[in-house]
């Protein structure tokens, strides 16, 4: 499974981005997807989280503000953020978890800045 994720950029505290994460190769082994964070000096840390039956996981510092879906079967993931803030400016990284516990994929992630 190949990831690509794309929406990134620069935007103001207060503003809204969508990331999307293209999948290809064998989507069809997907068990769930996830997009996860990285900023500098801190850890990875998951934002959210969708399952196939198509219940969802938020980090509590993300929650009614970002919103986790995805397009036709797991082609593609989407990650809606509004309201952004100064500290939600990270790396954003798509994950996909196979169906085997140890398939598990990432994306080469895309930059959020969040200016205050």
């Known amino acids: 499974v190949q990831l690509q994720a794309s929406g990134g950029g620069l935007v103001q505290t207060g503003g809204s981005l969508k990331l999307s994460c293209a999948a290809s190769?064998?989507?069809?082994?997907?068990?769930?997807m996830a997009w996860y964070r990285q900023a500098p000096g801190r850890e990875r840390e998951l934002v959210a989280h969708l399952r196939s039956g198509g219940s969802t996981e938020y980090a509590d510092s993300v929650k009614g503000r970002f919103t986790i879906s995805r397009g036709n079967g797991w082609n593609a993931l989407y990650l809606q953020m509004n309201s952004l803030k100064p500290e939600d400016t990270a790396r954003y990284y798509c994950?996909?978890?196979?169906?085997?516990?140890?398939?598990?994929?990432w994306g080469q992630g895309t930059l959020v800045t969040v200016s205050s």
């Open positions: 994950h996909a978890q196979g169906i085997v516990d140890s398939w598990k994929y």
């Open positions: 190769g064998s989507i069809f082994s997907i068990n769930a």
